[in-house]
């Protein structure tokens, strides 16, 4: 297996190795009926394959999508007697048994229309007899998260981090983007181990590859390519990476059911709870991850992309979006709940311009001022034709105190249909 990690240098050591493996193969065609290849990731063909026959790559044939995971009719065959006592442990119905397991387990799809469930996680599930996240904590690819680790901050917008860095003001609302985007299905046919840790779409296609990210959508272009759109598989990656991803980047500690507490003052529609509960995270943020010369804290994409970072993990009926563009300018932050849109516009107070009763009455102002340029861009106007017009939409204007790192002032207008 390849080591990647930190340094990529023993991990190309060993690909030639095994170049040198394959390329012995080749003069044995005579005695090999069949071969397959497998592994947790791709790596372009050329450098790895050149000393064998050029092998077919089945990664996403249709015809093969579900080959190395469970379809639910061979669990229902495989265990069923499993199944009886899983049900009548939790409490439930067999339809909601099933809706359990889809939710934590299911939707990994390389290909075709079905889409399968992580046999390792089944497995698991039977054996302990409860839910909990088992793949992701015990598998091979438990380094994946270290590739978060910001890189270097060196100043204003110059965030590096490899994950992240997909056409993003600030770098920590990229993933959350990148998700949003279709992808013609040849970029992911190659992989360059001299790239990773230095191009973002190369380590976003190593979460695919490695099953932390999978195929959602896709579309068929008029000459017939096809378009992917990429997301989480299941519960049980949102889950694992939504801790992980936070304590590689910020050294924060963010557990899912922090994330849930959040998602439910989305649903009472209290922007001034919500903001209240991610206090406490944007206090505990190391200032030494950003130097103490950087300027990063005083700008507020950064508060909105870290915003965004943690909320890319909520379930997938809520989107969310930061500076998302419209006619008239580009407002910070837009999350649509099954109920309700969001318009979140933010302002920052920079270190040292005021102190006291002054500052907190500063804080107030900014925030006003955010609230009040929701109407004066007209933003609310723009996305109640590109969204459900059923949905009411609440206004926030929030102010952030980059002297504390913290929320310093909440303002907010809720419109009702």
């Given at each position: 297996?390849?080591?990647?990690?930190?340094?990529?240098?023993?991990?190309?050591?060993?690909?030639?190795?095994?170049?040198?493996?394959?390329?012995?193969?080749?003069?044995?065609?005579?005695?090999?009926?069949?071969?397959?290849?497998?592994?947790?990731?791709?790596?372009?063909?050329?450098?790895?394959?050149?000393?064998?026959?050029?092998?077919?790559?089945?990664?996403?044939?249709?015809?093969?999508?579900?080959?190395?995971?469970?379809?639910?009719?061979?669990?229902?065959?495989?265990?069923?007697?499993?199944?009886?006592?899983?049900?009548?442990?939790?409490?439930?119905?067999?339809?909601?048994?099933?809706?359990?397991?889809?939710?934590?387990?299911?939707?990994?799809?390389?290909?075709?229309?079905?889409?399968?469930?992580?046999?390792?996680?089944?497995?698991?599930?039977?054996?302990?007899?409860?839910?909990?996240?088992?793949?992701?904590?015990?598998?091979?690819?438990?380094?994946?998260?270290?590739?978060?680790?910001?890189?270097?901050?060196?100043?204003?917008?110059?965030?590096?981090?490899?994950?992240?860095?997909?056409?993003?003001?600030?770098?920590?609302?990229?993933?959350?983007?990148?998700?949003?985007?279709?992808?013609?299905?040849?970029?992911?046919?190659?992989?360059?181990?001299?790239?990773?840790?230095?191009?973002?779409?190369?380590?976003?296609?190593?979460?695919?590859?490695?099953?932390?990210?999978?195929?959602?959508?896709?579309?068929?272009?008029?000459?017939?390519?096809?378009?992917?759109?990429?997301?989480?598989?299941?519960?049980?990656?949102?889950?694992?990476?939504?801790?992980?991803?936070?304590?590689?980047?910020?050294?924060?500690?963010?557990?899912?059911?922090?994330?849930?507490?959040?998602?439910?003052?989305?649903?009472?529609?209290?922007?001034?709870?919500?903001?209240?509960?991610?206090?406490?995270?944007?206090?505990?943020?190391?200032?030494?991850?950003?130097?103490?010369?950087?300027?990063?804290?005083?700008?507020e994409c950064f508060y909105s992309a870290v915003l965004a970072f943690a909320l890319q993990f909520?379930?997938?009926?809520?989107?969310?979006?930061?500076?998302?563009?419209?006619?008239?300018?580009?407002?910070?932050?837009?999350?649509?709940?099954?109920?309700?849109?969001?318009?979140?516009?933010?302002k920052v107070l920079t270190r040292g311009l005021a102190a006291g009763p002054d500052r907190q009455?500063?804080?107030?102002?900014?925030?006003?001022?955010?609230?009040?340029?929701?109407?004066?861009?007209?933003?609310?106007?723009?996305?109640?034709?590109?969204?459900?017009?059923?949905?009411?939409?609440?206004?926030?204007?929030?102010?952030?105190?980059?002297?504390?790192?913290?929320?310093?002032?909440?303002?907010?207008?809720?419109?009702?249909?």
């Amino acid at each position: 297996m390849l080591a990647i990690g930190d340094d990529n240098r023993k991990a190309i050591e060993n690909r030639e190795v095994l170049h040198g493996f394959f390329a012995t193969l080749k003069g044995l065609d005579a005695y090999i009926h069949f071969q397959m290849v497998t592994g947790v990731s791709k790596f372009a063909r050329t450098s790895l394959f050149s000393g064998a026959n050029q092998l077919r790559d089945i990664s996403l044939s249709p015809g093969f999508s579900s080959l190395l995971g469970y379809t639910k009719a061979e669990i229902q065959a495989a265990f069923a007697p499993h199944l009886e006592v899983l049900a009548k442990n939790e409490g439930v119905t067999q339809d909601k048994l099933w809706q359990m397991i889809t939710e934590w387990y299911n939707g990994y799809s390389w290909g075709g229309n079905e889409r399968v469930y992580n046999p390792y996680s089944i497995g698991m599930l039977f054996e302990e007899m409860r839910f909990k996240s088992y793949w992701p904590s015990y598998s091979s690819s438990s380094w994946l998260p270290r590739l978060l680790k910001p890189e270097d901050i060196t100043g204003l917008f110059s965030v590096r981090i490899s994950l992240l860095w997909i056409h993003s003001k600030c770098a920590f609302a990229g993933l959350a983007n990148a998700l949003n985007q279709e992808y013609r299905e040849e970029t992911f046919e190659k992989l360059e181990l001299e790239s990773l840790g230095r191009t973002a779409f190369d380590t976003i296609s190593l979460f695919f590859q490695t099953g932390s990210l999978t195929i959602k959508e896709e579309k068929k272009e008029e000459d017939g390519s096809r378009l992917l759109r990429l997301d989480y598989p299941n519960n049980e990656v949102r889950k694992y990476l939504s801790s992980e991803a936070f304590k590689e980047i910020l050294q924060v500690k963010f557990e899912y059911s922090h994330l849930e507490t959040l998602r439910k003052a989305l649903d009472n529609n209290d922007p001034k709870a919500f903001y209240g509960l991610l206090d406490s995270y944007f206090r505990s943020v190391p200032f030494t991850i950003f130097k103490a010369q950087s300027a990063i804290t005083n700008v507020e994409c950064f508060y909105s992309a870290v915003l965004a970072f943690a909320l890319q993990f909520l379930p997938k009926v809520y989107r969310v979006q930061a500076e998302d563009p419209t006619s008239d300018g580009s407002v910070d932050l837009v999350i649509e709940t099954p109920t309700r849109l969001f318009l979140i516009e933010h302002k920052v107070l920079t270190r040292g311009l005021a102190a006291g009763p002054d500052r907190q009455r500063q804080l107030q102002h900014n925030a006003k001022q955010a609230l009040e340029q929701i109407d004066k861009m007209k933003y609310a106007a723009e996305f109640s034709i590109q969204t459900d017009k059923d949905k009411p939409i609440t206004k926030v204007g929030v102010c952030f105190d980059a002297e504390h790192r913290s929320v310093g002032s909440v303002e907010v207008v809720k419109e009702s249909l």
